[in-house]
């Protein structure tokens, strides 16, 4: 398992390469599932906002060990606890040629307010953002914002005079499967200037040499290969066809570490797998109930909870690399607790709650799950409709690409669906706001898609947003993550352990965020 001591080994021997390191190498990496979109302001996925960060940069950003430091901007001042004044980086140039100044930060903030994009939680709690020169902007606050320097990492900066001149100051309506240029292309200031993605296949990155930052590493070309099957990702890994693989089968690990070649190195991930409801139709879809909706009724949600056997999963399934969930946040979220973070398996109780509910015999529902986006996501459905058939249920399972299926439960046109939640902010608000509250507008409930409504828990989530006391905020999620629990909102499956595997000449930092940075990436004899 993940050990400090052989990360820090390897980290310090990396130092301590010679000069070959500082030739310059090609990375190519791959996982199972594409990005959604090339737009920065679009889809809240992780592995879209893993890949368009080699491009597209933020105000802020996270150094090797999770730390907030400047980015495009230099300093931050708290001229009043709700007005933020941010320097902004002089010299750095898109790459396109032009300068970054203010204008552009301005009109990224308006862009991704916009209410077809899903990236609002990253600029929630800034009212307004308004430019005092051109290399200095003030972010205006209702109330304190607690997390604002790790919420705006992933608020990218786009340029607005490449926007405009390509027809794209518009997020596009992924939902609706608009396409537009800005979904097709990306434009930034990062380390990587980005050259052609083709999709399902790969996106290709090469060098910015006028780039502001210095690279940890020696990687000057990147590559993403999207790689459904597990058998043929792993195949190319072996055969030397590609350098890092951050999704590595469970079953497949052991192998691995076994291969001369190859080394794995594992860690937790901050993402938490769990299975939505629809609590807000008055007739649920997918189902032989007609004229209500089950999933309404807290005895049918927690009897869901109680039929699955989640060290059972773990076991089966995961090969031990995951961890049963009983809360929303994953450890190393702050909010996370270890007691309460805990769920019963209990088949007797859920066909009693069942029954009580007013289905002694079950019915018939749609489990909605995709087959390439999480780790066995397919295979743990399986296993979930296997269970719920044992208190009677006659559940039925629809699996399918993410792309065509994000889509699919964004339009609420589901019943019970599947999805992982990382945390990008390391705090357990960015769950709560997006999964938890009340569907409203911006960032409150935009990923609530079985839209729970619950006035207790939005006051709690309301009130955490803006307390600046750490004591008191810290007990303000708890009291959410347990009402959250209590009422069984949703049914948490597990807590993902992230094992990457890569070529021994691969040095890079395993991030529980699982967002590989090819800045950070060192490869001797120059890579593939």
């Keep these: 398992m993940f050990s400090l001591k052989r990360l820090g080994f390897a980290v310090a021997l990396a130092v301590g390469l010679t000069a070959t390191l500082a030739n310059a ?46 980015a495009l901007a230099t300093k931050w001042t708290y001229i009043s606890p709700t007005q933020v004044r941010f320097e902004l980086r002089k010299g750095v140039k898109f790459h396109d040629g032009t300068n970054f100044t203010a204008d552009d930060v301005v009109f990224s903030f308006n862009r991704i307010k916009q209410p077809q994009g899903t990236m609002q939680i990253y600029i929630a709690g800034v009212s307004d953002v308004k430019k005092i020169d051109d290399y200095t902007v003030d972010f205006i606050m209702p109330a304190p914002n607690p997390i604002l320097l790790r919420n705006i990492i992933d608020f990218r900066i786009m340029s607005k005079s490449w926007a405009e001149k390509n027809k794209a100051t518009n997020i596009q309506d992924f939902k609706a499967k608009e396409d537009t240029y800005a979904s097709r292309n990306a434009m930034g200031t990062g380390p990587y200037v980005w050259k052609s993605w083709a ?19 020696n990687v000057t070309s990147y590559t993403y290969l999207p790689i459904k099957a597990d058998a043929t990702r792993i195949s190319a890994l072996i055969a030397g066809d590609v350098d890092l693989v951050t999704e590595v089968p469970p079953q497949d690990v052991e192998r691995l570490k076994k291969e001369p070649k190859l080394k794995v190195v594992e860690g937790l991930e901050v993402r938490t797998m769990f299975l939505g409801m629809d609590q807000w139709s008055d007739e649920a879809k997918y189902t032989n109930v007609k004229g209500k909706n089950p999933f309404k009724d807290k005895r049918v949600r927690e009897a869901l909870s109680l039929a699955i056997d989640r060290e059972a999963i773990k076991k089966s399934i995961m090969r031990g690399l995951s961890v049963p969930a009983g809360i929303m946040v994953a450890p190393g979220v702050n909010g996370h607790s270890n007691d309460i973070d805990k769920a019963e398996f209990n088949v007797v109780k859920a066909k009693k709650l069942l029954a009580d509910a007013g289905y002694p015999n079950g019915f018939e529902l749609t489990l909605d799950c995709p087959n390439n986006r999480y780790v066995n996501d397919e295979k743990v459905c399986q296993a979930v409709v296997a269970m719920w058939a044992k208190i009677g249920l006659k559940p039925k399972l629809n699996s399918m690409n993410f792309s065509p299926y994000i889509a699919k439960i964004q339009n609420f046109d589901t019943s019970v669906y599947m999805l992982g939640w990382g945390v990008a902010t390391y705090d357990a608000l960015y769950s709560l ?69 890569m070529k021994k000449e691969v040095t890079t ?7 590989p940075e090819a800045r950070f990436a060192k490869i001797s004899g120059g890579g593939s």
């Design 25 to 70: 190498a090609s990375l190519k990496g791959a996982a199972q599932n594409d990005i959604l979109t090339a737009d920065p302001h679009s889809q809240n996925h992780a592995t879209t906002n893993a890949i368009l960060m080699h491009t597209y940069e933020g105000l802020t950003r996270y150094n090797a060990k999770h730390e907030v430091e400047p």
């Design 199 to 217: 999709p399902e296949q790969k996106i290709e990155f090469t060098d910015n040499p006028n780039w502001w930052g210095k690279k940890d590493g």
């Design 433 to 501: 706001q997006s999964l938890v509250r009340t569907k409203t507008t911006g960032a409150d409930g935009n990923y609530s898609l079985g839209r729970i409504n619950d006035t207790r828990l939005d006051a709690i989530i309301d009130q955490l947003k803006t307390e600046p006391d750490v004591t008191k905020r810290n007990a303000l999620i708890r009291r959410a993550l347990e009402r959250t629990k209590e009422e069984s909102y949703y049914v948490t499956l597990h807590h993902q352990v992230r094992p990457w595997a």
């Design 509 to 515: 930092v395993h991030r529980s965020d699982d967002r």
